[in-house]
Nanobody, 124 residues
């Protein structure tokens, strides 16, 4: 079992950057793949980034590739999403999630445990 708590969301202007963090508790964190989802108003939740247990493999959705960077620190039980060059379409609730494995592609990531989410609102 792992508990996840996100932080770092807020109201930002288009073109700016922010860093979302996810703090994990539980002894299994370093063995888990981790990912970030987002859900915009009126839209389905989508996975935007995922990282393997070691940090050696990362995957991004086309909508965020080149602007978002996922990383992790297994010593601190944290996973981070660096969000650059935001635009109003990035407005969403962002969720951190864990999965047992990273199966070679982003679409195969399936969140097993979830955080409560952090709101990101981008003003134009």
């Amino acid at each position: 079992q792992v508990q996840l708590v996100e932080s770092g969301g807020g109201l930002v202007q288009a073109g700016s950057s922010l860093r979302l963090s996810c703090a994990a508790s539980g002894r299994t964190f370093s063995s888990l793949a981790m990912g970030w989802y987002r859900q915009a108003p009126g839209k389905e939740r989508e996975v935007v980034a995922a990282i393997s247990w070691s940090g050696g493999s990362t995957y991004y959705s086309d909508s965020v590739k080149g602007r978002f960077t996922i990383s992790r620190d297994n010593a601190k039980n944290t996973v981070t999403l660096q969000v650059n060059s935001v635009n109003p379409e990035d407005t969403a609730v962002y969720y951190c999630a864990s999965d047992k494995l990273l199966r070679g592609r982003l679409s195969a990531f399936s969140g097993e445990h979830w955080g409560q989410g952090t709101q990101v609102t981008v003003s134009s």
